[in-house]
């Protein structure tokens, strides 16, 4: 079996493991309901609405 030549510095580990990080979510639509940001195919969480009409009961809404 194949053996590294050299051990990977710890500045080489962690370059690798920064590519790792989570990252703000980038491609974020508005509710056509309420405006708010959402995720696509997904409910809205402040208003309840997918695919214009009401699929969720959210609380503090009635
Ligand atoms: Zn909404």
């Known amino acids: 079996m194949a053996v590294p030549k050299r051990k990977t510095s710890k500045s080489k580990s962690s370059s690798r493991k920064a590519q790792n990080t989570k990252k703000p979510i980038s491609r974020a639509s ?20 997918y695919n214009g009409r009401q699929v969720l009961t959210v609380a503090g809404d009635e």
């Open 30 to 49: 508005s509710c056509s309901q309420c405006g708010a940001p959402q995720l696509s195919h997904r409910a809205c969480p402040s208003c309840g609405y």
